[in-house]
Structures are given as C-alpha cells and as structure tokens.
C-alpha cells in the first residue's frame, strides 16, 4: 500500500524532477527502500526549493509518519 502510495506521489512531482531523479527513484521503490525514496524526494525537492503544497505535501507527511520517519522528514525544507 505504502510503494502504491509512493509512486503515485512521484508521478504527481513528476513535472518537479529531472530524469537523474526520476530514474533512482523508482529504482528505490523497485528494490523496496521506501524510506529512502521519500527521503531522496524531499532533497531533491528541497534543493531546488520547489513548493510543495495541499495535497501532496499531505501526503509526503502522512507517508512519512506511517514510515515512522516523520521527525527525520519534518526537519527538510520543502514548503516554502
């Protein structure tokens, strides 16, 4: 349910990342490192200071609180 999630939510930020991005991506979605794969998300986000706002950025915390990752996630820059 969660990769389900995942990739969804990389297909609406699609337009937000490179294919450098993309690729590795789903690459970590495909060998089950769901963590990472948000975790990445968030950076590349972040770096380009890219908003991320409403619905997907629900999301991503919501993500990252099922993941147990929320404290690590809540400490990225990816609303503006």
């Known amino acids: 349910m969660i ?3 995942l990739r969804a939510l990389g297909e609406a930020l699609s ?3 490179t ?3 993309r690729r590795p991506y789903a690459e970590f979605l495909d060998a ?3 963590v990472l794969a948000l ?3 968030a950076d590349w986000l972040s770096e380009d200071e890219t ?3 409403g ?3 629900t999301e991503m915390v919501d993500l ?3 993941m147990g990752n929320e404290e690590q996630f809540s400490r990225r820059t990816v609303v503006t």
Do not use: G, T
């Open 3 to 5: 990769e389900h999630r």
């Open 55 to 57: 619905q997907d950025m």
């Open 64 to 66: 990252a609180r099922a």
């Open 32 to 34: 089950n490192e769901l």
């Open 15 to 17: 337009s937000n990342l």
């Open 51 to 53: 908003p991320i706002l």
């Open 19 to 21: 294919d450098e991005q």
């Open 39 to 41: 975790e990445m998300l």
